[in-house]
Structure formats: C-alpha cells, structure tokens
C-alpha cells in the first residue's frame, strides 16, 4: 500500500505524491491558501444562522430522525468565508456549547443575507468524536471530523511552548484514489473513493510516519517538526480522495473578515505548504486494522 501511495501521482520525484503537502498552509507566491479548513470560533454576539442543505443530507452526530434538509442555530460569525477551493470547507467551533459545524460546498449569498451547502454535520464536542451509528451528514468524503483531525496553528504554537512537542490528536489528509467499496471504521464512516487500484489505501486507514525515523536528521522548521513528531506518535487518517498526498491544517487565509490578522498566523510560524519536504512518502507505514474495523466488499 505505502507503494502505491509513491507511485499513486507518477514518476516526479518531487511529484505530488512522494511527500505529504501541507493543504491549508500558505504555498511561495501566493497569499491565499486554495485548500484546507477555515476553522471561526464562535462568539456570543454571533447571529444564529440557519444553513440549508441543497445536495446532500446535513446531520446531527447522535441525533437520529432529524431534519436533514438543514443545520438550524449556527452561531455563524460575521465576516466568515469558506475556502476558496471547489471543496469550499468551513468550520463553526463553539466551545461554551460544546459543538462544532462543518460545512461542505458552503456558501453565502450577499443578495439574500443567507448561507447554503451541499453538506454538512453538527459534532457534539463532548461525544467520541466518531459517528458510530453512520448518520446522515458530512463535510468530507468520509465522515470525518475536521475540527478534530486538522492542525491549528494554536496547537503548534502550544506544543512549542509547554515542551512537549505534540499535537495531542491524530491528524487526517487524503492522497489520490483511495481504494473502492472499502473503509475502515471508526474514524470514517464511509468512503467516496472510486478507484479499483488492488494495493489503494481505503479511507479510514491510518497512516504513521516511522517512530524510528530521527528527525533531527531532516531540516524541518521547529513548527514542521511538530507536525512530523504528531504523525510518528499518533499518525493521520485518509479521510477523501485528493489530489495529492495531503495533511490537512488550519487555512488561516481567509480568516481575516471573522478576525483580522489571523491571516498570517503560519507564515509567523515558518510554516508552508513545502514544509514536510524531508518526509518521503516511504518513510510511512499502513497501520493494520482488524477484520471486524473494515467495511465492503474490496477489503481483502
């Protein structure tokens, strides 16, 4: 499997697929991250918002029978934007209620003062951060959680700070074509992937860069190595199908109209899309799954 994520993307050595980008961290020459996850933190003087639905079922992890057609109460901030890619991702975190929204596909129309997506899902922030009973709703190909699974730029800065030098937390990213009719539970739920492709990883699997690789052999920035000691100590799960071998952080790009400055936030922490360059594709393994975590018909 770990060859067919190398040889997933073509021959360039320097191809998407021989080392993992970082998806929502600033790439050289351009202000504006085309890929990752917005993430708002929502405030009391937030207006409540009602999201509709219009492609795909939205729901409420834990709540069975609900109204799919809709997320209802979103403590939408002002000035929020979605990422400017075709995925255009957002995330709603409310702390004082424990809950966060995630939107696929959102949208906001300045002629009728209102919010659309093609998807979404509402976590219950004191759950277990999985949707074990497979409800309707998602943000992403396979129903994981993004708030819980992507890298801030708070949680680096953090790990630098107190010494420990970790992400308390798996990460999640994708890579091109995951395997077919195949996922494995918990951390997803489902799986879009279309590729038939015998050795393609399936969504849901977790990758983990070699414990026994030293990283202070590589040149990584203090804030990269952060991210490269997270994924040796707790690894990243494939939750879509990218273009790209991708570890999914915080696109603080567009997070100026929600809170100005915030734009800048990676670059402060010499942080970039290129910044995990030292980690080949190679130096990672597929963490093996029990029978009863896999699921369809193309997992054998």
Known sequence: MISDLVDACGSDPDGPCKYPRLAGAPEEGRFF????????????TDRLRTVICNRFPCGVQGVTREDTRALYNVPMPSGAMPDPSDDGHLVVYDPLKSAAWEFFRATYSTTDDAWEAEGGIRWDLNGLGIDGAAEP???VGGGTPLLGTIVRPDEVRQALQDGTGVIPHVLSGGYDSPRKDCFISPLVKTTDADDGRRWAIPEGA???LDPALDLDELELTPGARVIARTLQVYGMVIRDDTGAFTVDVENVSVEDGAEPGRSGTW???GIGNESLRALRSEHFRVVAWAASQAHGTNCM
């Open 33 to 44: 991250s085309q890929f990752g996850t917005p993430v708002y933190v929502a405030r009391a």
């Open 137 to 139: 709703g998602s943000a």
């Open 206 to 208: 977790i990758l983990q």
């Open 267 to 269: 670059k402060r922490l």
